[in-house]
């Protein structure tokens, strides 16, 4: 039985995937495990919206409308938001609250994207978190129909992958360096 500690080493981005993605039906199953991440008064401060077909050139369009592209620009920058048959925006929607302050409900939502492409890998699909300066520009915002307040944490690019390109292990780091105890008195 594989445990979620053994599809966490597992785990790696892929950058690049082929043109089979999940279908719906598979993505919302996958959404719903992801959905547990741990949620301070569970106000759910996130969202996706779901790029396939045509409609992943909005992406590129949108980042070279934000960048001040040319036209060779814009094909190049459409061309890479055609990398994966499916890509999902990770979408930051702060919820009022006195008690969670938005860096918190940031945090979950990055939780969520990060538990997604977790559960995504681990069933088969190969996963890359991309992101870059133009998440915040105006351009992008209104490609993905951000609302106000939103704010675009980067995307999920998602499609098949061939088991043969990652034969090789992940490498993994030295835990005893990133834990440490505190300071005594």
């Not at 938005?102 to 990060?114: K, L």
């Amino acid at each position: 039985m594989t445990t979620v500690a053994d599809a966490a080493r597992r785990r790696r981005s892929r950058s690049k995937v082929d043109d089979v993605a999940p279908s719906r039906e598979q993505l919302l199953d996958a959404v719903q495990a992801a959905a547990t991440v741990a949620d301070h008064s569970s106000l759910r401060p996130w969202r996706l919206v779901e790029f396939r077909g045509d409609d992943r050139r909005l992406i590129g369009r949108s980042i070279a409308a934000a960048e001040g592209a040319d036209h060779k620009g814009v094909e190049k920058l459409e061309q890479k938001s055609l990398r994966a048959p499916l890509v999902l925006a990770v979408v930051l929607s702060p919820v009022e609250s006195r008690k969670v302050p938005t860096w918190e409900q940031e945090s979950v939502a990055s939780g969520v994207a990060h538990l997604l492409s977790l559960v995504l890998d681990d069933e088969g699909w190969g996963v890359m978190w991309r992101t870059g300066l133009s998440t915040r520009a105006e351009a992008v915002r209104e490609a993905h129909g951000l609302r106000a307040g939103e704010e675009l944490l980067g995307w999920l690019y998602v499609g098949g992958v061939d088991p043969e390109r990652d034969a090789k292990p992940r490498k993994l780091v030295d835990a005893e360096q990133f834990v440490s105890t505190p300071p005594r008195p």
